[in-house]
């Protein structure tokens, strides 16, 4: 299995960008994709996620509103919209991915990570 995320870039305040999540080795749809971030002072912090087999989505609470997950099943490949960003976004962005059908924010439970996408918001 790997993923490949892309997408990231410097953004002004207000700003948006998409990333995007090539995922390649299952051999089905029964996975889920999420979104983490993490910066040097913070825990790595769950966005979103969704469970590919049925759609099912999540969100963080703090991320509600501005951020939408999607996903392109012909491409393998999960994006995560990201729009009206404030410099507090800043982080590199992670895609990641386990065997399973339900979303969760909850890092451990992910066996395959993305290399990361560095997004910079400025002010």
């Known amino acids: 299995v790997q993923l490949q995320a892309s997408g990231g870039g410097l953004v002004q305040a207000g700003g948006s960008l998409r990333l995007s999540c090539a995922a390649s080795g299952f051999p089905n749809d029964d996975y889920s994709i999420g979104w983490f971030r993490q910066t040097p002072r913070k825990e790595r912090e769950g966005i979103s996620c969704?469970?590919?087999?049925?759609?099912?989505?999540y969100y963080a609470d703090s991320m509600k509103g501005r951020f939408t997950i999607s996903s392109d099943k012909s491409k393998n490949t999960v994006y995560l919209q990201m729009n009206n960003l404030n410099p507090g976004d800043t982080a590199v962005y992670y895609c990641?991915?386990?065997?399973?059908?339900?979303?969760?924010?909850?890092?451990?439970?992910?066996?395959?990570w993305g290399q990361g996408t560095q997004v910079t918001v400025s002010s």
């Open positions: 969704m469970s590919i087999s049925d759609g099912s989505t």
């Open positions: 990641a991915a386990y065997v399973g059908y339900f979303c969760s924010d909850y890092a451990g439970l992910y066996d395959y």
